[in-house]
């Protein structure tokens, strides 16, 4: 992967309404990303990278989401094939989104010069490169998932708000990962529900 040339990667706005899927009793908090620099995820190796950073993940529809958070397993495509995961509850939240300058790493795979990726590379595993040791059968490659420092090129370039992602779990519709620190004052993410004595609450970032 070309790390070099992500501040040659599309660049477009985001003005839309995106979804978070999170724990009932996290309703209050849903907007929350502190946990971002402890643990690892796709795009951010967590405390391990030079610079840790925040982060936030959305998706393009409540579907996507409940398979990102393996709220649902199964396969969309085929009818009966989607089983709910039983070990806990979830709500799904509506964000609005309103950002200037989001990576469009969709765009960057159509025109793979400008990364050297590809889909398979940008979906496919990312866990393993913490996993594997000499102690395992399998023992390289380890260390920083590619994806993660993708993830790390685009927040320490300063350039992007956030960046547009193929979902790996329904890999023909789109995630958006968000920076919170690389916002612009003017743009947000923001939620709105009705609190149980039926007050309106609004959360936002940053």
Same mark, same amino acid.
């Given at each position: 992967?070309?790390?070099?040339?992500?501040?040659?990667?599309?660049?477009?706005?985001?003005? #839309?309404?995106?979804?978070?899927? @999170?724990?009932?009793?996290?309703?209050?908090?849903?907007?929350?990303?502190?946990?971002?620099?402890?643990?690892?995820?796709?795009?951010?190796?967590?405390?391990?990278?030079?610079?840790?950073?925040? @982060?936030?993940?959305?998706?393009?529809?409540?579907?996507?989401?409940?398979?990102?958070?393996?709220?649902?397993?199964?396969? %969309?495509?085929?009818?009966?094939?989607?089983? #709910?995961?039983?070990?806990?509850?979830?709500?799904? @939240?509506?964000?609005?989104?309103?950002?200037?300058?989001?990576? *469009?790493?969709? *765009?960057?795979?159509?025109? %793979?010069?400008?990364?050297?990726?590809?889909?398979?590379?940008?979906?496919? *595993?990312?866990?393993?490169?913490?996993?594997?040791? *000499?102690?395992?059968?399998?023992?390289?490659?380890?260390? @920083?998932? %590619?994806?993660?420092?993708?993830?790390?090129?685009?927040? #320490?370039?300063?350039?992007?708000?956030?960046?547009? #992602?193929?979902?790996?779990?329904? %890999?023909?519709?789109?995630?958006?990962?968000?920076?919170?620190?690389?916002?612009?004052?003017?743009?947000?993410?923001?939620?709105?529900?009705?609190?149980?004595?039926?007050?309106?609450?609004?959360?936002?970032?940053?």
């Amino acid at each position: 992967m070309n790390l070099s040339a992500v501040a040659e990667i599309p660049c477009r706005p985001v003005v #839309a309404t995106w979804y978070r899927a @999170i724990k009932p009793q996290h309703l209050a908090s849903a907007l929350n990303y502190s946990h971002a620099r402890l643990a690892a995820s796709r795009y951010c190796a967590g405390p391990v990278v030079a610079e840790p950073f925040d @982060i936030l993940y959305l998706a393009e529809t409540p579907e996507v989401v409940l398979f990102e958070v393996e709220a649902q397993f199964g396969s %969309p495509s085929v009818p009966g094939g989607v089983v #709910a995961n039983p070990s806990g509850s979830w709500i799904i @939240i509506n964000s609005q989104v309103q950002l200037s300058k989001v990576a *469009d790493l969709t *765009d960057a795979v159509r025109t %793979p010069e400008i990364l050297a990726t590809t889909a398979q590379e940008l979906t496919g *595993d990312w866990k393993g490169y913490s996993l594997r040791s *000499d102690r395992t059968s399998v023992s390289a490659p380890v260390g @920083i998932a %590619p994806t993660q420092a993708l993830g790390a090129a685009l927040y #320490a370039s300063g350039a992007f708000e956030g960046f547009l #992602a193929i979902s790996a779990k329904m %890999p023909y519709q789109k995630v958006l990962g968000v920076f919170p620190n690389r916002m612009a004052e003017r743009n947000f993410v923001r939620y709105t529900y009705s609190s149980a004595a039926g007050q309106m609450q609004s959360f936002e970032i940053p």
